[in-house]
């Protein structure tokens, strides 16, 4: 058996706009979702302010100015010998407040050169259309996407990339980790996923549903405008796996682990299927909820499913049926009913190491929807030191990303999962999501700037990237 995987599959790696990219205000870029969220850290909870307060953090504003050194970090990344580069577009670069009729020039032109500087060294362009980075505007005004009005705005949004960036990108996701909003336990992620906010008194249930619907609804119409304008774009939905194990083989934590698994297939499965699963019309009846379907949007779903799954995969969770836990104290993708598995160890911030679990995961899928899967994000934040000659050796994220990789080997040579690729999380040192700190460091490529935004920018290989260049040389044979 070949101990490679194709020469076609894509080697590459993965940022996302407001977390690198920075130029917040710049180009006519107006304010994001994201640029009022303060810096945290472990156990410490990001804030979300009403408006960008100048007496205020946000790190997310500068980040590693990605926008005034791309051409500089794409000729690194081609030197690691990338194929693709997954990235987004800053949804408020193209339309400032999201309710424009006319698109910013400047923003797309930004786009242009970022897309042409990747094609000229052959890597392919992965595009995000939203992650995270809905214009504060629709948020603070239409109440984001739990309002209707979202999904014209949103398909304006789609169908301008589409059009602009015909035949300079391939691959496009509507939505970054769709589901991750189903934990309304912690309220970073209805806000970073879709604008929205419950209100006190409010019933989450309904007010996540309410959303989720028109997200669908948005994915469908932009996924159906795309195929429209080009038949060979390959538009897929994007959501964060966390494999769900029953602690025992108690028949109620094996049910546990069912019922809890739902929270992360229900946007799959419509998007790719076409329509609601069972278990959501039967929660719906139980609990009294309203979508709010109206007439057609059976339609638009069943036209608009997507082409491909991709999906993040970081860590797994264990339930067990009787346990009572606080998940809003953990960034572990913990639940009410998790528990520690004695089996993996865990990263300094709590997230379980288990590259078995990948393997589950891209098996669990393709024999769920049989389409072909995309692992966009995997990777290891860690701690960096450059030692006083200037090196930066990485070896647990090496040994991290070896063992992962190593299972992804096993699911497409063994398993026969079709996988297009596999782009490592934070390729190059950006501001983490769940806690808006740059100590909690995932990339190959070492960026000078700490917690407080001072340092120098300055770009530095790790060990990782020329380990991780020879994985994508000899096609994943040499690990």
Not at 80 to 96: D, V
Not at 184 to 193: C, E, H, R, S, Y
Request: hydrophobic letters at 35%; a negative charge; aromatic letters at 14%.
């Amino acid at each position: 058996m070949t101990t490679s995987l194709s020469p076609d599959f894509l080697w590459g790696g993965a940022c996302a706009a407001h977390q690198f990219e920075g130029g917040w205000n710049a180009g006519g870029k107006g304010p994001s979702v994201v640029d009022v969220l303060t810096a945290g850290a472990n156990g410490v909870p990001r804030r979300i302010t009403e408006t960008v307060d100048p007496h205020e953090f946000y790190p997310n504003h500068e980040a590693i100015d990605f926008y005034g050194h791309f051409r500089e970090d794409i000729k690194l990344f081609a030197e690691m010998g990338l194929k693709c580069f997954r990235t987004s577009i800053a949804w408020s670069r193209i339309f400032p407040q999201g309710d424009e009729l006319e698109p910013n020039e400047e923003g797309l032109k930004f786009y242009d050169e970022v897309f042409d500087e990747l094609l000229k060294y052959g890597i392919e362009p992965v595009i995000t259309l939203s992650h995270f980075e809905i214009p504060l505007h629709l948020a603070r005004t239409y109440g984001g996407f739990r309002n209707r009005k979202l999904v014209e705005f949103f398909e304006r949004f789609a169908r301008v990339c589409f059009e602009r960036y015909n035949g300079r990108v391939k691959y496009w996701m509507t939505f970054n980790e769709i589901n991750n909003q189903m934990n309304v336990d912690n309220p970073i992620f209805l806000w970073t996923n879709s604008g929205v906010t419950i209100d006190e008194g409010e019933n989450p249930q309904q007010v996540l549903y309410q959303t989720a619907h028109n997200c669908l609804l948005a994915s469908a119409k932009a996924v159906a405008a795309g195929h429209e304008i080009n038949p060979e774009f390959q538009i897929g939905a994007m959501v964060a796996m966390v494999p769900i194990y029953p602690y025992s083989c108690d028949p109620e934590d094996i049910m546990a682990a069912e019922i809890a698994g739902r929270d992360r297939f229900f946007f799959p499965d419509v998007q790719i299927r076409g329509y609601y699963p069972a278990y959501t019309f039967k929660k719906f009846e139980c609990e009294g909820l309203d979508p709010g379907f109206q007439d057609g949007d059976e339609e638009i779903l069943r036209a608009g499913k997507v082409d491909y799954l991709g999906f993040s995969y970081y860590m797994s969770n264990t339930v067990k049926h009787d346990a009572d836990t606080d998940p809003s104290k953990s960034t572990s993708g913990a639940l009410r009913n998790s528990v520690e598995n004695p089996y993996i160890k865990v990263s300094e911030w709590g997230w379980g190491i288990d590259p078995q679990g990948l393997r589950n995961s891209l098996n669990t899928f393709y024999n769920r929807y049989q389409i072909p899967l995309f692992i966009v994000e995997n990777g290891f934040g860690d701690v960096d030191t450059v030692q006083p000659d200037g090196t930066i050796d990485d070896p647990a994220r090496i040994d991290y990303l070896r063992n992962h990789i190593a299972a992804v080997k096993q699911a497409v040579l063994e398993d026969g999962v079709d996988l297009i690729g596999y782009t490592p999380w934070g390729i190059i040192d950006l501001v983490s999501f769940t806690t808006g700190e740059m100590k909690k460091r995932y990339g190959m490529i070492y960026v000078d700037r700490d917690n407080e935004g001072n340092g120098t920018m300055e770009r530095r290989k790790k060990a990782s990237f020329d380990w991780y260049r020879t994985v994508i040389a000899t096609d994943g044979a040499e690990l």
